[in-house]
């Protein structure tokens, strides 16, 4: 086993005349946590596909500790654990049955199997059911039991496609406390959302992809620092203000916001780079009428407005792309 945890090479994936995946390349270090961003149909379950060998590339190839992941993938499986988009156990076995069966698919004895499932079931929280079959459980269970297939084995790697999609929020929080534990195991982990926060808070790097391609590799924070939005400000006022007074207040104070989110007649919230200066205006401006203001927030620019405008911007094909660690370069999304 020679090679970085996880290398994909120029990867292209062809469905047909659809290009999913557009020559492809980025690495995943020992113990690293590397998030994968994008809207739909970006080419992000096509990856993690590839990169667990359950998808032959068109061109290119992802090696996994040196080894092919499509050509060698009964090598491959056993050291990497999946758990897909889609809900994939079976349904008519029970949890425990599942779990002992996919420990024997990669290359446990049946004592071994047990003992794997029983640990693993442990860990997630499931001793509850695992009597029951995995068709009869919740969603959020299902997902709980998807990821327990994938960690059974003891994988050295983690790929984990969309999963708290779909979960209340106790049952995403529970699954996000189980990947930052599994964080602290030294084990590498790849794992793709549309719940920008999630995976800004749990990845170190993020690769995202647009239509195949790959717009930026890089901490998330440098994408904040790049696209420089400014502060998110939000203030609110003692009561509703008067429309032709809001009519003249949104003249004297535009030139220091850069983009206005919500007003709701007592609430303003806006994008600015000059928040002290926009609050000294405010204020003034607000107590010479008899208002007041009775609460501010300022905060830096939500995961959601980068990711947001991050898009629009790869988007465009004369605007600004990046690369590794967000140096300007011409990988365009194409
Ligand atoms: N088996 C397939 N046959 C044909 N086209 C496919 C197949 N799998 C994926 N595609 C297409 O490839 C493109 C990339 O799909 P992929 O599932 O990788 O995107 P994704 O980023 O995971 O999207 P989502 O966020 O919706 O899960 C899409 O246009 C999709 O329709
Ligand atoms: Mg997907």
Sequence with gaps: MDGPPILVDHLLKKYGRLIAVKHLSFKAGEGEILGILGPNGAGK?????????????????????????????????????????????????????????LGKVYGLSRLE??????????????????????????????????????????????????????????SASRLRSIIRELMKTGKTIIISSHYIDEIMELSKRVVILYKGTKVYEGEPRRLRDILDLGKRVKVVFDRELDESFW?????????????????????????????????????????????????IDILPPSWEDVFKRYMIEARDPTGFTFKSEGKPCSCGAG
Excluded: C, W
């Design 45 to 101: 379950t096509t990856t993690l596909r590839a990169i667990a060998g359950a998808l032959k590339p068109t061109m290119g190839r992802v090696l996994v500790y040196g080894m092919n992941s499509y050509k060698e993938s009964s090598r491959v499986k056993r050291i990497i654990g999946v758990m897909p988009e889609v809900p994939s156990l079976f349904p008519e076995l029970t949890v425990r049955e599942n779990l002992e069966f």
């Design 247 to 295: 009519s003249a207040l949104k003249d004297k104070i535009s030139s220091y916001i850069d983009d206005t989110l919500l007003f709701t007649g007592d609430y303003l919230e806006v994008y600015t780079k000059d928040p002290l200066h926009l609050l000294d205006v405010l204020k003034e401006s607000l107590e010479g009428n008899g208002y007041s203001i009775v609460d």
């Design 113 to 170: 199997a047990r003992k794997a499932a029983e640990q693993t079931i442990d860990l997630m929280g499931l001793t509850d059911y695992v009597e029951v079959r995995y068709g009869h459980l919740s969603k959020g269970l299902k997902r709980r039991a998807d990821m327990s297939g994938a960690l059974v084995h003891d994988p050295r790697i983690i790929v984990l496609d969309e999963p708290t999609a779909g979960l209340d929020v106790f």
